[in-house]
């Protein structure tokens, strides 16, 4: 398996977005985390397509863009032509899910599904075979800064032995309050793809992407 680390740009300073993420992916990062917010699903507003697209070829790292925003199916193909490489939408925002899923495949780009942290992992079954990814919400999606929920442990748990059990190569990835502190925990829990805002771009960047990135490669 292979473990990777998304930094947040919602944690970054857009005064010196394109140096910040340069020092990610020389650091070892090979995601980014694109998180979109439409003060509908989740209360705060952040960014879209135009920031994206001006952004994606100032790096080489995977853009992972995450649909917090009510019924994403309306914007997927915006996404996709702006440059996300995969695209998550949640369980709880979409009226019809694997509808939604589809119309991301025919963008011919990865899908994945997101739940927030009152959601059980069991509504995921339905839809495990149709994704590359599963986002398990380890805080309140909408802001950043938040504490890692504890119970989110059990959860990420619940989700690995039920991919397992599909005997499905789906990725799962933890977003919220991950620090190098707390990320084994996640990481023994079953997550192989973590989200880090605040822990990397909370100072130093580079140090702080390749302390992480230390932690995980222990487990490759």
């Known amino acids: 398996m292979k473990y990777i680390l998304a930094p947040s740009i919602l944690a970054a300073d857009f005064k010196c977005l394109e140096k910040q993420m340069k020092m990610t992916e020389e650091s070892g990062a090979e995601y980014l985390h694109f998180d979109v917010m439409d ?11 135009p920031v994206l697209k ?4 100032a790096t080489d790292q995977v853009m992972d ?14 996404f996709a032509k702006a440059g996300a490489d995969i695209i998550t939408v949640h369980l709880e925002a979409c009226s019809d899910v694997q509808k939604t899923i589809e ?3 025919d963008c011919g780009k990865k899908a994945a599904i997101s739940i927030c942290p009152e959601t059980p992992a069991a509504e995921l079954a339905p839809y495990l075979e149709m994704v590359d990814m599963i986002l398990i919400m ?6 950043g800064g938040q504490k890692f929920i504890p119970d989110s442990l059990q959860k990420i748990r619940d989700v690995k032995a039920m991919v397992e059990e599909k005997n499905v190569k789906t990725d799962i990835e933890v977003d919220g ?3 190098t502190t707390n990320v084994e925990d996640v990481l023994d ?17 580079a140090a702080n992407t390749k302390a992480m990135m230390e932690i995980l490669k222990k487990y490759e």
Request: no cysteine; glycine share 14%; net charge neutral.
């Open 39 to 49: 003060g509908m699903f989740v209360p705060s507003i952040s960014f879209g397509m």
């Open 54 to 57: 001006s952004i994606r070829n």
């Open 65 to 78: 863009v995450h649909l917090m925003i009510q019924e994403p199916i309306r914007y997927v193909e915006e």
């Open 103 to 105: 119309k991301i495949r």
């Open 138 to 143: 380890s805080v309140h999606p909408g802001f």
């Open 177 to 179: 309050g991950i620090y």
């Open 189 to 205: 829990a079953g997550a192989n793809v973590i989200v880090a805002g605040s822990a990397v771009f909370g100072g130093d960047p």
